[in-house]
T-cell receptor, first 116, second 112 residues
Framework: AQSVTQLDSQVPVFEEAPVELRCNYS??????LFWYVQYPNQGLQLLLK??????LVKGINGFEAEFNKSQTSFHLRKPSVHISDTAEYFC??????????????FGTGTRLQVTL | SQTIHQWPATLVQPVGSPLSLECTVE??????LYWYRQAAGRGLQLLFY??????ISSEVPQNLSASRPQDRQFILSSKKLLLSDSGFYLC???????????FGQGTRLTVV
């Protein structure tokens, strides 16, 4: 079984400051990793994904994440946030071996609050 | 291009009433389809997934059921709603061998 832990339920940050949202996972097999963003009362939008290859993954809206296998982490970063980045961010994993690699296990989410 | 439609956007239902939420996908064939629920203060939980017409897998025991009467139609139902069924329900689809899931706009269900 897989699980995802997002250590911070809320992260307040000032505009133009850097931010890191933490994600750790637990799995007995190799995994695919994802970050999704959810704006209020909307569905989820994929920010980025790690399937294989380079451990540094770049996504949309200036976000990037680094896969660290030894620490089982996939932290999301942005060097300078904007007010419009205020949203809920979800880390997710899937098992590529079960044939439905988009069957996702989500973390509980991190609310990023950007203020002036 | 592919699009996913989910309705209604919001719904308030009394305890004990039936439920039917509908999701349709356009622009693709034979998608995998998913229903997720996001309860207040919690993450998203996979409820059901389907790899084809009439094929439904349930991930968690619950008061809900799902059906796939057509290739691109996925329905979430309940015969009698409970207060604990309140939440934000999201439909999603993916291509069979693809890793990325695409989500609908969600339905906020409040059971009163």
């Amino acid at each position: 079984a897989q699980s995802v832990t997002q250590l911070d339920s809320q992260v307040p940050v000032f505009e133009e400051a850097p931010v890191e949202l933490r994600c750790n996972y637990s799995s007995s097999v190799s995994v695919y990793l994802f970050w999704y963003v959810q704006y209020p009362n909307q569905g989820l939008q994929l920010l980025l994904k790690y399937l294989s290859g380079s451990t540094l993954v770049k996504g949309i809206n200036g976000f990037e994440a680094e896969f660290n296998k030894s620490q089982t982490s996939f932290h999301l970063r942005k060097p300078s946030v904007h007010i419009s980045d205020t949203a809920e961010y979800f880390c997710a994993v899937s098992d590529p071996s079960i044939g439905t690699a988009s069957k996702l296990t989500f973390g509980t989410g991190t609310r990023l609050q950007v203020t002036l | 291009s592919q699009t996913i439609h989910q309705w209604p956007a919001t719904l308030v239902q009394p305890v004990g009433s039936p439920l039917s939420l509908e999701c349709t996908v356009e622009g693709t064939s034979n998608p995998n389809l998913y229903w997720y629920r996001q309860a207040a203060g919690r993450g998203l939980q996979l409820l059901f997934y389907s790899v084809g017409i009439g094929q439904i897998s349930s991930e968690v025991p619950q008061n809900l059921s799902a059906s796939r009467p057509q290739d691109r139609q996925f329905i979430l139902s309940s015969k009698k709603l409970l207060l604990s069924d309140s939440g934000f329900y999201l439909c999603a689809w993916s291509m069979r061998m693809n890793t990325e899931a695409f989500f609908g706009q969600g339905t906020r269900l409040t059971v009163v």
